[in-house]
């Protein structure tokens, strides 16, 4: 049992460029989360998804896309990579919403330059 | 509208001394409060939930935490810290509508001195 894993675990961009990060859970979790964390803060919600077909925007969406056409698979893109994204990305799933926990996978850390 | 306030960015004890680490939140109706610890270049781990089911709240690790609704602070302590304690800690608040969207304190990072 994996539990949540993402791909790359490290990536270096240029401006302009297209990336696709890859967040796997193996628990079959309904519910799947996008965060960012930046030094001296705590972890903003990008994106999130309540379900296979089903994504929303969360704190912090733009310059970022998603999809979930997989109900273990939640990918985070960026179109068009800007410096101001550099940062350590963080996925997480939930059996549900509520009061389950989310569980986190280990991150991507992601430089812009 | 709500918010965290973790009101030290840095603490340090001795091991084997008890630990504090303080929050404050803010928020506009009853809220779900956590605190979820990340060790270095990990992901993030929960370590205790309030669920408005009892005010004195325990986690794993020997952690708990104390809801206080006159103070609106969730503090967390634990009797007596270990080396493996040292981590980041973080305070995060929730809003509960349908999907669970966490709000998170700035984080404390714990160290522990032998």
């Known amino acids: 049992n994996a539990g949540v894993t993402q791909t790359p675990k490290f990536r270096v961009l240029k401006t302009g460029q297209s990336m696709t990060l890859l967040c796997a859970q193996d628990?079959?979790?309904?519910?799947m989360y996008w965060y960012r964390q930046d030094p001296g803060m705590g972890l903003r919600l990008i994106h999130y998804?309540?379900?296979?077909?089903?994504?929303a925007k969360g704190e912090v969406p733009d310059g970022y896309n998603v999809s979930r056409l997989k109900k273990q698979n939640f990918l985070l893109g960026l179109e068009s990579a800007a410096p101001s994204q550099t940062s350590v990305y963080f996925c997480a799933s939930a059996a549900a919403g509520g009061l389950d926990t989310q569980y986190f996978g280990p991150g991507t850390r992601l430089t812009v330059l | 509208a709500q918010s965290v306030t973790q009101l030290d960015s840095h603490v340090s004890v001795s091991e084997g001394t008890p630990v504090l680490l303080r929050c404050n939140y803010s928020?506009?109706?009853?809220?779900?409060l956590f605190w979820y610890v990340q060790h270095p270049n990990k992901g993030l781990q929960l370590l205790l939930k309030y669920t408005s089911a009892a005010t004195l709240v325990k986690g794993i690790n020997g952690f708990e935490a104390e809801f206080k609704k006159s103070e609106t602070s969730f503090h967390l302590t634990k009797p007596s810290a270990h080396m493996s304690d040292a981590a980041e800690y973080f305070c995060?608040?929730?809003?509960?509508?349908?999907?669970?969207?966490?709000?998170f304190g700035q984080g404390t990072r714990l160290t522990i001195n032998p």
């Open positions: 995060v608040v929730s809003r509960i509508q349908g999907a669970q969207k966490l709000v």
């Open positions: 928020s506009s109706y009853s809220p779900s």
């Open positions: 998804s309540v379900g296979e077909g089903t994504t």
């Open positions: 628990m079959n979790h309904e519910y």
